[in-house]
């Protein structure tokens, strides 16, 4: 294509395509944080096998893997995307920080001798997350080019770097802190 392509209005003054790529990709990677700790939520009660519908839950559990697998390879590469995969799949984004949101479940079930029931409202947010992340990421082909998210970072890459790697050591250290302390109580 020639010089600026991507960065040509689409339609009638409106913002160029580029930025409308970098507004989709932050709602989807925003999306897929609030996406996690939900999962994180409702997989407690499905390895208690608890959960109503776990068909239902598997499902879309599977399909929020795969689609938000896709979408991380589309915004930072194949490398990099398989690698941001790999960390929101093995949780290690949830132990860095997103477990602060599930700590008043965990309070009152530490309180309690049973297990609470499960919360519909997000049990049903998770399945509308989900279906937004598909069709945002659906809509990211067409919106925003290949590796958009990777090149915006530019030469602050290992500054992203070094400060997730710190975001996980104090959210870690913050969780194994605040947790010995829930558990004692």
Same mark, same amino acid.
Not at 24 to 49: D, K, P, T
Not at 121 to 137: D, E, M, P, Q, R
């Given at each position: 294509?020639?010089?600026?392509?991507?960065n040509r209005p689409?339609?009638g003054?409106?913002?160029p395509?580029?930025?409308k790529g970098?507004m989709?990709?932050a709602?989807?990677?925003?999306l897929v944080l609030?996406?996690?700790?939900?999962?994180?939520y409702?997989?407690?009660y499905?390895?208690?096998?608890?959960?109503?519908y776990?068909?239902?839950f598997?499902?879309?559990a599977?399909?929020f893997?795969l689609?938000?697998?896709?979408?991380?390879?589309?915004? !930072? $590469?194949a490398v990099?995307g +398989?690698a941001i995969?790999?960390?929101?799949y &093995?949780?290690? @984004?949830?132990s860095?920080?997103?477990w602060? !949101? $599930?700590l008043?479940?965990? +309070?009152r079930m530490?309180?309690?001798l049973? &297990?609470?029931? @499960?919360?519909r409202t997000?049990y049903?947010s998770f399945s509308l997350?989900?279906?937004?992340?598909v069709i945002?990421?659906?809509?990211n082909f067409?919106?925003?080019?290949?590796?958009?998210m990777?090149?915006?970072?530019g030469d602050?890459?290992?500054t992203?770097?070094l400060?997730f790697?710190g975001?996980?050591i104090?959210?870690?250290?913050g969780?194994v802190?605040?947790?010995?302390?829930?558990l004692?109580?």
């Amino acid at each position: 294509g020639e010089p600026g392509a991507r960065n040509r209005p689409l339609r009638g003054g409106s913002a160029p395509r580029y930025e409308k790529g970098k507004m989709i990709n932050a709602v989807i990677i925003v999306l897929v944080l609030v996406g996690s700790a939900l999962h994180r939520y409702l997989s407690a009660y499905w390895e208690q096998g608890i959960l109503p519908y776990s068909s239902g839950f598997l499902l879309f559990a599977n399909l929020f893997a795969l689609t938000y697998l896709i979408g991380f390879i589309w915004m !930072f $590469g194949a490398v990099p995307g +398989i690698a941001i995969t790999l960390l929101c799949y &093995f949780q290690v @984004v949830h132990s860095a920080g997103l477990w602060v !949101f $599930g700590l008043p479940w965990l +309070i009152r079930m530490n309180k309690g001798l049973a &297990f609470p029931t @499960v919360n519909r409202t997000a049990y049903g947010s998770f399945s509308l997350v989900v279906i937004a992340v598909v069709i945002l990421t659906a809509l990211n082909f067409f919106i925003s080019p290949y590796k958009s998210m990777w090149e915006s970072i530019g030469d602050h890459r290992w500054t992203v770097v070094l400060a997730f790697l710190g975001i996980l050591i104090i959210g870690n250290a913050g969780r194994v802190v605040i947790m010995s302390k829930v558990l004692k109580s």
